[in-house]
T-cell receptor, first 114, second 112 residues
Framework: KAGVTQTPRYLIKTRGQQVTLSCSPISGHRSVSWYQQTPGQGLQFLFEYFSETQRNKGNFPGRFSGRQFSNSRSEMNVSTLELGDSALYLCASSLGAGGSREQYFGPGTRLTVT | KQEVTQIPAALSVPEGENLVLNCSFT??????LQWFRQDPGKGLTSLLL?????REQTSGRLNASLDKSSGRSTLYIAASQPGDSATYLC???????????FGKGTRLHILP
């Protein structure tokens, strides 16, 4: 069974631009969560989607948004990029949502904002 | 505020030694505690998941324990090998808001 895949793996953008990252979960998994990882803050939860609905959200500004498609693939979008948005963006999939569940992570997208 | 802390931030030990990594969490109302491994620039690999009703889980040379009442989990690595060098993260899945909170990790270096 294929793991979680993320595209692209690396991205360089300029301040003020916007970016879209993609995540394909493990086949059969319906929940996708997104995280931002930086050296200073560590891993921080962005949002979680299940059945095309956002069911949970972290403490990030509205410039960060996401969506999930009927095939469970998810995208996250960051508008008006800032230098501080440079990070490794990780997505994780799980079978269901709510209650105890194991998360499986993708390799991440390394975003550099210049 | 829910917090997960990992101490130490970095650890170097000679090959062959047994070692323990620590994880503490402020809110004991958790669904589970999960340990991950992360190699430089890569994603996270799940090592062990302990449900809130369990005390420990084992996989090969790894053993993770959970003490909810004291808000602590440990990851025990037996007979360490250079290939174990990586950053180890723990994550607590909170009942209260269904969020998963990560510690900042322990960077482990096994000396050949």
């Amino acid at each position: 069974k294929a793991g979680v895949t993320q595209t692209p793996r690396y991205l360089i953008k300029t301040r003020g631009q916007q970016v879209t990252l993609s995540c394909s979960p493990i086949s059969g998994h319906r929940s996708v969560s997104w995280y931002q990882q930086t050296p200073g803050q560590g891993l921080q939860f962005l949002f979680e989607y299940f059945s095309e609905t956002q069911r949970n959200k972290g403490n990030f500004p509205g410039r960060f948004s996401g969506r999930q498609f009927s095939n469970s693939r998810s995208e996250m979008n960051v508008s008006t990029l800032e230098l501080g948005d440079s990070a490794l963006y990780l997505c994780a999939s799980s079978l269901g949502a709510g209650g105890s569940r194991e998360q499986y992570f993708g390799p991440g997208t390394r975003l550099t904002v210049t | 505020k829910q917090e997960v802390t990992q101490i130490p931030a970095a650890l170097s030990v000679p090959e062959g030694e047994n070692l323990v990594l620590n994880c503490s969490f402020t809110d004991s109302a958790i669904y589970n505690l999960q340990w991950f491994r992360q190699d430089p620039g890569k994603g996270l690999t799940s090592l062990l998941l302990i449900q809130s009703s369990q005390r420990e889980q084992t996989s090969g040379r790894l053993n993770a324990s959970l003490d909810k009442s004291s808000g602590r989990s440990t990851l025990y690595i037996a007979a360490s090998q250079p290939g174990d060098s990586a950053t180890y993260l723990c994550a607590a899945h909170m009942n209260r808001d269904d969020k998963i909170i990560f510690g900042k990790g322990t960077r482990l270096h096994i000396l050949p």
